[in-house]
């Protein structure tokens, strides 16, 4: 079996500000894990994923994500957020080498102030 | 890279009558297509694993007489909305494997759908 937890539906950072977005997983087996953006009426696009390699992912757009198995957490982050930032955010989990789904978080809005 | 294209992107149906959603891998052969539903401001809903050649599977929960899919060829998988009714408007987003074996998922852009 396998969730993911993502804290906090909304998120709201200031242009140039840390975005930090956080992500916790459980898995009974080692898991693949993602992060995906989605723009208003479209479908979800992939920022980064691990896959049992580096621990630190650097993904599209400046972002990246650490896998911490001991905190079983996978939080994006991006040093310096930009106005079009601004969407919606899904970790994803699957487990490693199979061809099973992909289960989601509930998703978290990021807003960008100016 | 992969691409997937959902066609419509967007359409209003009457009550009761049925709407197809087409779901292409372009440039590679996808075996397995997922569908997901999305309510307004939630998660994806996982609804079925569609497999090339074979029936699909059905998430618990999911009416699998009210949601038919087919995936006949190794590029194609339709979601068809039969008898729809107000409650199933939605956002439907298909994705698919890149690779058999592979970890990479590629989604359609979504089929918003509106049945009045």
């Known amino acids: 079996a396998q969730s993911v937890t993502q804290l906090g539906s909304h998120v709201s950072v200031s242009e140039g500000a840390l975005v930090l977005l956080r992500c916790n997983y459980s898995?009974?087996?080692?898991?693949?894990l993602f992060w995906y953006v989605q723009y208003p009426n479209q479908g979800l696009q992939l920022l980064l994923k691990?896959?049992?390699?580096?621990?630190l992912v650097k993904g599209i757009n400046g972002f990246e994500a650490e896998f911490k198995k001991s905190e079983t957490s996978f939080h994006l982050t991006k040093p310096s957020a930009h106005m079009s930032d601004a969407a919606e955010y899904f970790c994803?989990?699957?487990?490693?080498?199979?061809?099973?789904?992909?289960?989601f978080g509930s998703g978290t809005q990021l807003t960008v102030l100016p | 890279g992969a691409v997937v294209s959902q066609h419509p992107s967007r359409v209003i149906c009457k009550s009761g009558t049925s709407v197809k959603i087409e779901c292409r891998s372009l440039?590679?052969?996808?075996?397995?297509m997922f569908w997901y539903r999305q309510f307004p401001k939630k998660s994806l809903m996982l609804m079925a694993t569609?497999?090339?050649?074979?029936?699909?599977?059905?998430e618990q929960g999911v009416e699998k007489d009210k949601f038919l899919i087919n995936h006949a060829s190794l590029t194609l998988s339709t979601l068809t909305v039969t008898s729809a009714h107000p409650e199933d408007s939605s956002f439907y987003i298909c994705?698919?494997?890149?690779?058999?074996?592979?970890?990479?998922?590629?989604f359609g852009s979504g089929t918003r759908l509106t049945v009045v």
């Open positions: 994803a989990v699957s487990p490693s080498g199979s061809a099973r789904q992909l289960t």
């Open positions: 898995s009974s087996v080692p898991p693949y």
């Open positions: 691990y896959t049992s390699a580096a621990t």
């Open positions: 569609s497999n090339e050649g074979s029936k699909a599977t059905y």
């Open positions: 440039d590679f052969q996808a075996t397995t």
């Open positions: 994705s698919a494997r890149d690779r058999p074996d592979g970890d990479g998922y590629t």
